[in-house]
């Protein structure tokens, strides 16, 4: 089956993002892909490339990042959600004049269309929040 | 029939709010702050028990949160598990 799932947790608390993450490490073991994983509102702060966490604390960002490195897992950030957390890409802090970009390359920015196309083009839909 | 999973605490909102709609032939997964209403002796688990939905709790989290076991009719569940649950269920409930 496809999935896409949307998370809406931070990474620094709450159980949203870690959940998403292993759910999603959990599908692509048992033969599903994973079409998109959708980042909204405080969850988009996973894509922060500038987040310091201790060694003995887990980091859902790393969980992420490392599915994206090993299966190719489509990590979007929310647009608007991302500008007002201060994640921004490249091409965002050239275009608001800021000094450089605080997302992480694993992560793309784009706009709420990706939620719809994902939920239009998968099989199953799943929420993480909390 | 619904899969809904519930990671709020039972003095949240989110869980009255998914009582309310929880019934028999759905089924739940209790994880993060959810894990709590599977304790037993608890009203909340007593509430959930008396929907006759199918309930499970994440095994993983439950036991970060101090619970070695489950109340009666409350089975464990690991992520394999939660996956084969959506293969079964076309449509997720978030509660959270």
């Known amino acids: 089956m496809i999935y896409s799932l949307l998370i809406l947790s931070p990474s620094v608390s709450g159980h949203g993002s870690r959940l998403g993450a292993e759910f999603a490490r959990s599908a ?34 790393q969980a992420w990042e490392a599915l994206h490195e090993e299966h190719a897992v489509e990590l979007v950030i929310c647009i608007s959600s991302a500008l007002k957390y201060g994640m921004l890409d490249d091409t965002e802090a050239d275009r608001h004049g800021r000094p ?9 920015v784009s706009g709420l269309g990706q939620l719809v196309d994902a939920c239009a083009n998968s099989d199953r839909l799943m929420t993480f929040g909390g | ?31 993060g702050d ?25 095994e993983s989290d439950a036991r970060l949160a101090g619970i070695a076991k489950t109340a009666a ?24």
């Open chain 1, 28 to 61: 692509i073991a048992r033969g599903h892909s994973i079409r998109r994983v959708f980042f909204l509102d405080a969850a988009t702060t996973a894509s922060s490339c500038n987040s310091i966490f201790a060694q003995d604390e887990l980091n859902p960002a």
């Open chain 1, 100 to 108: 450089c970009a605080s997302v992480n390359p694993a992560f793309t």
């Open chain 2, 1 to 31: 029939m619904v899969l809904h999973t519930l990671s709020a605490a039972p003095s949240g909102a989110a869980f009255n709010d998914c009582l309310k709609v929880l019934q028999a032939g759905d089924t739940l997964v209790l994880f």
């Open chain 2, 34 to 58: 959810g894990v709590y209403a599977a304790l037993e002796g608890t009203a909340a688990c007593d509430k959930l028990r008396a929907t006759q939905a199918e309930l499970f709790v994440l």
């Open chain 2, 73 to 96: 009719n409350i089975s464990w569940l690991d992520m394999d598990g939660l996956v084969a649950l959506t293969e079964r269920f076309p449509r997720q409930l978030a509660w959270y």
